[in-house]
C-alpha cells in the first residue's frame, strides 16, 4: 500500500503565498519522478512542477519564476513553494509519483487526494 498525503493548502490573498507538501509513505523501493498538477473548475489537470530523482525541475510556463519544486528523499516528501499568487491559480493542487515497490515491480503512477488553493483578488 501507498499513500500520499497532501497538505498546506488554503486561501490566500493574490501576491500572497503558501507552500504545500506530499508526503509519501507505505511500501517503498524507489521514488522517481515527483510532480505536481493542479485543476480548475471546469478545466483539464495540467502538469505544474516536476522534479526528477537527481533534482532536475522543471516548470510550466505559467508558473515560471514563482513556483518552486523540492524534494527531500529522506522524508519522501515533495513540497511546493508558490509566491505572487494569481487568482488564475485556483485549483485543486495534486501530488502525483512513480515509483517502485520493489526492485521487480515496474514504475507506477500514484495520485494523493488534493488539496485547494483558492487565491482572492
Known amino acids: 500500500q501507498v499513500q500520499l498525503v497532501e497538505s498546506g493548502g488554503g486561501s490566500v490573498q493574490a501576491g500572497g503565498s503558501l507552500r504545500l507538501s506530499c508526503a509519501v509513505s507505505?511500501?517503498?523501493?524507489?521514488?522517481?519522478?515527483m510532480n505536481w498538477y493542479r485543476q480548475a473548475p471546469g478545466m483539464q489537470r495540467e502538469l505544474v512542477a516536476w522534479?526528477?530523482?537527481?533534482?532536475?525541475?522543471n516548470y510550466a510556463d505559467s508558473v515560471k519564476g514563482r513556483f518552486t519544486i523540492s524534494r527531500d528523499n529522506a522524508k519522501n516528501t515533495v513540497y511546493l513553494q508558490m509566491v505572487s499568487l494569481k487568482p488564475e491559480d485556483t485549483a485543486v493542487y495534486y501530488c502525483n509519483v512513480a515509483l517502485r515497490t520493489d526492485w521487480r515491480s515496474l514504475l507506477k503512477n500514484y495520485w494523493g487526494q488534493g488539496t485547494q488553493v483558492t487565491v482572492s483578488s
Open positions: 507505505g511500501s517503498i523501493y524507489s521514488i522517481s519522478a
Open positions: 522534479i526528477t530523482n537527481s533534482g532536475t525541475t
